[in-house]
């Protein structure tokens, strides 16, 4: 982009700044932020300025990839900058000057982890002061590694405490989120709060994929022989404890011993170097009814894998969102979750979800039985990115945010997903 931005504004109305991880430490939420801003491009003028160096790449347990997955976001065609780093140096100044060109009247800032704190509370600083309005979006209230360590925990909380008083809007995905917010942080319910459902991860959906996706109907009685093709059973993700694959292995182990064909697929990053449920599917598993894939995987390698298989199943002990779980979706197919957290909002609608209580390998291994007849059907992604710009438009209209379609009748059109981002 020019440093002429301003005239964006005078021409199409104030302007709406997302700002949220990029694609160097490429995240769900990377993808999250790329898309919302896609879908609210249709609502108002829009900018994104993406964060860069999210910490010491030495700290980052998926420092081997960082870097690796630079311009893969489906970002809008609206002005874009990235990024901010946490040291920020020049890149403050960088993301300063950005700022003041576009001349925010909303920013609306993506919450997952407190390494982004201090340049949040800085955004927010600077926001107020100019008379804008600051909205949050949580995405979960910490991330799962930076809850376990005691001095992230409290400066998170004592750094919360600050940011939340100069926000003017909290959005979450569930109720259940906001209700831990409310718990967490008692402040948040003098705050207008949306719950606003997380919309589709079309761009791994069936529309993304030029392998058409095999459907094929599973018998609950088909047994181990040498010629039946085997269920195919996918968990994808980062290899966390809190994913639950080591009730996966349970399940899996079960259902194996009673008679069906099962190949499983183990699609992700080992975190940490957490790799006994590997081991343990190793030990049970001939080697043409496993797949392990330990690493990064692409977004055209995420579509595959998904097209490829006929049952996503994701036993996570606790959750706030799940990625994988809307790509099932947006995929159509069926899917074998826990009920925890935001999850049951999540999955609330969808003709192919079947959900079982956490931690317990054989409700899980009965899960997976019950969703065998559904397997071979194409089930209707039940959420929309229309809907959560709507709401999220709504939202900002109820805070006087002077922004979008009241205030502008005419403003781009261009941000569809996948059309490049102006980059700074």
Not at 44 to 70: K, Q
Not at 364 to 383: K, T, W
Request: glycine share 8%.
């Amino acid at each position: 982009m020019t440093d002429g931005h301003a005239g964006v504004e005078n021409s199409h109305g104030p302007v709406a700044l997302i700002v949220g991880p990029g694609d160097r430490f490429l995240s769900g939420v990377s993808y999250y932020t790329a898309l919302l801003a896609a879908a609210l491009t249709e609502h108002g003028p829009l900018a994104v300025m993406l964060l860069r160096e999210l910490c010491p790449r030495a700290f980052y347990p998926g420092r081997a990839r960082v870097g690796s997955t630079e311009g893969v976001l489906p970002l809008p065609a609206v002005p874009v900058f990235n990024g901010l780093d946490w040291f920020w140096g020049v890149s403050a100044i960088r993301a300063f000057r950005f700022w003041r060109r576009t001349r925010p009247r909303v920013v609306i800032l993506q919450w997952w982890t407190c390494t982004v704190l201090h340049s949040y509370l800085a955004l927010a600083w600077l926001s107020k002061r100019a008379g804008a309005r600051v909205v949050i979006e949580f995405h979960e209230l910490q991330d799962v590694g930076e809850a376990k360590v005691p001095l992230m925990s409290r400066y998170t909380r004592a750094g919360m405490q600050v940011l939340l008083r100069r926000v003017d809007a909290v959005v979450v995905h569930s109720e259940f989120d906001r209700c831990e917010l409310e718990a967490a942080y008692p402040r948040i319910a003098q705050l207008p709060i949306q719950v606003i459902p997380h919309g589709p991860y079309g761009h791994h959906g069936r529309d993304s994929i030029e392998t058409p996706m095999v459907r094929r109907k599973i018998s609950a009685t088909q047994t181990n022989t040498s010629t039946s093709n085997p269920l195919r059973v996918l968990i994808f993700g980062v290899v966390r404890p809190y994913k639950g694959h080591a009730e996966l292995v349970c399940a899996i182990r079960l259902l194996v011993s009673s008679g069906l064909d099962i190949h499983v697929s183990v699609v992700g990053e080992v975190w940490q170097g957490y790799r006994e449920p590997l081991t343990e599917l190793q030990k049970f598993l001939p080697a043409d009814r496993l797949t392990i894939v330990d690493r990064y995987v692409s977004d055209d390698e995420v579509s595959e894998v998904f097209a490829a298989s006929d049952l996503v199943v994701l036993p996570y002990r606790r959750s706030s969102a799940s990625g994988p779980l809307h790509i099932a979706m947006s995929c159509g197919l069926p899917v074998v979750t826990t009920s925890v957290g935001g999850l049951v909002d999540a999955a609330a609608g969808y003709s192919g979800a079947v959900l079982v209580p956490p931690g317990d390998p054989d409700a899980l291994a009965e899960g997976i039985r019950n969703a065998l007849p559904l397997v071979g059907e194409i089930h209707a992604d039940p959420h929309s990115w229309g809907r959560s710009a709507t709401r999220y438009a709504a939202l900002l209209q109820r805070i006087d945010a002077n922004w979008g379609d009241t205030h502008s009748t005419v403003h781009s059109r261009s941000g569809r997903v996948g059309a490049p981002g102006v980059s700074v």
